[in-house]
């Protein structure tokens, strides 16, 4: 069982930057893949980028690759998504997950946090 809890979620302005934070417990996390998602009103769960604890290796949605960074503290066991240049668009609730390889696709996720809310003001 993992248990995660994501923070950092606010009211930003649009050009800003945020950091999101997922701190995860539980069994061996060296074992996941840690995936971060996002959901927009009226909108499908969407991929943005995913970290693997045991390599560090990162992989993003194309979208979001330049703005977007995805790291981890081992130590903390804490999972982190930066985002900069904030956009309107970008507002959304974000989510962090655990799967047993990286990929981009929800259902394949185990474990999820409850999630935290970003919005970005124009």
């Known amino acids: 069982q993992v248990q995660l809890v994501e923070s950092g979620g606010g009211l930003v302005q649009a050009g800003g930057s945020l950091r999101l934070s997922c701190a995860a417990s539980?069994?061996?996390?060296?074992?996941?893949?840690m995936g971060w998602f996002r959901q927009a009103p009226g909108k499908e769960r969407e991929f943005v980028g995913s970290?693997?604890?045991?390599?560090?290796?990162?992989s993003y949605t194309d979208s979001v690759k330049d703005r977007f960074t995805i790291s981890r503290d081992n130590a903390k066991n804490t999972v982190y998504l930066q985002i900069h240049s904030l956009k309107p668009e970008d507002t959304a609730v974000y989510y962090c997950a655990a799967a047993w390889r990286a990929t981009m696709r929800p259902l394949q996720y185990i474990y999820w946090g409850q999630g935290t809310q970003v919005t970005v003001s124009s």
């Open positions: 539980g069994r061996t996390l060296s074992e996941y893949v």
């Open positions: 970290i693997s604890w045991s390599f560090g290796t990162t």
